[in-house]
C-alpha cells in the first residue's frame, strides 16, 4: 500500500468516527441500479466514457454493421442478394441518422459523411 492509500484511510476513518457521514441525502435507500451490469467489468469504463461523450453502445454496433453491409454489397456479385443488403443499409442508415439527430449532428452533409469515413478507416 503506497502513502496516498494510508492517509486516505485514515482520513475516511476519522471522518467516520467524528460523524461526518451521517445524514447524508440518499442514507439508508439503495444505490442506483448500474445501467451496464451486465457489461464485462473490462470493458465496463470505456461504455461510461462512451456514453458521457454521447456515444451509445448501439450506435457503435450499428456502425460496424453498416461497414459490414458496404463491404458485402461491394463484394457481391448477384443483384438480388445486393438489393437485399442495400435495404439492410438503408435501414441500419435510418436508425443511424436518427440517434445522430438526438446528438444535434448534421448528418447529411456530405463534408461530414466524408470525415466520419476517413476517421472510421483509420480506426479499424
Known amino acids: 500500500m503506497d502513502y496516498f492509500d494510508i492517509i486516505s484511510e485514515q482520513r475516511i476513518r ?3 468516527k467524528n ?38 453502445p448501439e450506435e457503435s454496433t450499428l456502425r460496424q454493421e453498416m461497414m459490414t453491409i458496404e463491404s458485402l ?10 438489393e437485399d443488403l442495400t435495404k439492410q443499409l438503408n435501414e441500419k442508415m435510418l436508425k443511424f441518422n436518427q440517434f445522430m439527430s ?21 480506426l479499424l
Open 14 to 16: 476519522e471522518a467516520h
Open 19 to 56: 460523524g461526518e457521514f451521517d445524514n447524508l441525502p440518499g442514507m439508508g435507500k439503495p444505490l442506483p441500479k448500474d445501467e451496464f451490469a451486465n457489461v464485462p467489468q473490462e470493458i465496463r469504463m470505456a461504455y461510461r466514457l462512451m456514453k458521457n461523450a454521447g456515444y451509445s
Open 73 to 82: 454489397i461491394a463484394q457481391c456479385d448477384d443483384e438480388v442478394e445486393k
Open 102 to 122: 438526438k446528438r444535434k449532428k448534421n448528418t447529411n452533409s456530405s463534408l461530414f459523411k466524408n470525415y466520419e469515413n476517413k476517421i472510421e478507416k483509420k
